[in-house]
Structures are given as C-alpha cells and as structure tokens.
C-alpha cells in the first residue's frame, strides 16, 4: 500500500474507529509518529503512526482490564489490516486526556507512503 501520509492516517483512524480529538473514554486517537525518510525506493518510506487508547483510571485492576480488552480489540483490527505492520504496544501509563487523568497504552503502527 502507498499513500499519503494524510491518506494513511485517515486510513488508520477510520479503521480503528479512532476519535479526531480527546473524547470521554474508552477510545482511541490516532497520531503520525513519523519516518526516518530512509526510502524504500523513490519518494516510499516507511511511516510510524502511534494509535492511544485509553480509558477511565478509576481503580488499577478495573481500568487496566478495561484497557487491555480495549487495546486487544485494536490490535485484532490492525492485524487484519492489509499493509500495515504492528510494532510495539507501550505499557499502560496514566496521562491527562478528554479533562481527566486516563490509563492509556500506545500501538505503534506503520505502513509505506509516498512523499512525492
């Protein structure tokens, strides 16, 4: 697959069902990650993209139950999805999102896209 690198986060956010800025959780936002622009050939490089999800911090073992069946359903979605790579799943990290603090986890993703 190559594509913008607007295309393929439009992709991504579609197929994750990701929201397009801090929403209530449980949910996920998509962010570029960036290339080392090493090309593959031509304009292609590989692009990084990382998708957050995060969910509610209520209680440690409540919310890290919630995020992992959040992220592992992301994960079976990109997986299945046709040129894409999975790279790493960060672990769990409290941040302030959507007005409060959430448990969330990053994916890291890629996929080639043409920079011409």
């Known amino acids: 697959m190559s594509a913008t690198v607007a295309a393929a986060h439009a992709a991504l956010t579609s197929a994750v069902s990701a ?12 962010f570029s990650g960036g290339s080392d622009i090493t090309g593959v050939g031509g304009k292609l490089v590989e692009w990084r993209f990382v998708v957050t999800c995060y969910v509610g911090w209520r209680d440690n073992a409540g919310s890290t ?7 592992q359903a992301k994960l079976v979605i990109l997986w299945a999805l046709a040129g894409w790579r999975v790279i790493s799943v960060s672990p769990d990290t409290i ?16 996929t080639y896209v043409e920079l011409a």
């Open 19 to 30: 929201a397009q800025e801090p929403i209530d959780p449980p949910a996920c936002i998509a």
């Open 65 to 71: 139950a919630a995020l992992a069946a959040l992220v």
């Open 95 to 110: 941040r302030t999102l959507a007005g409060g603090e959430m448990l969330s986890a990053d994916i890291a993703v890629s």
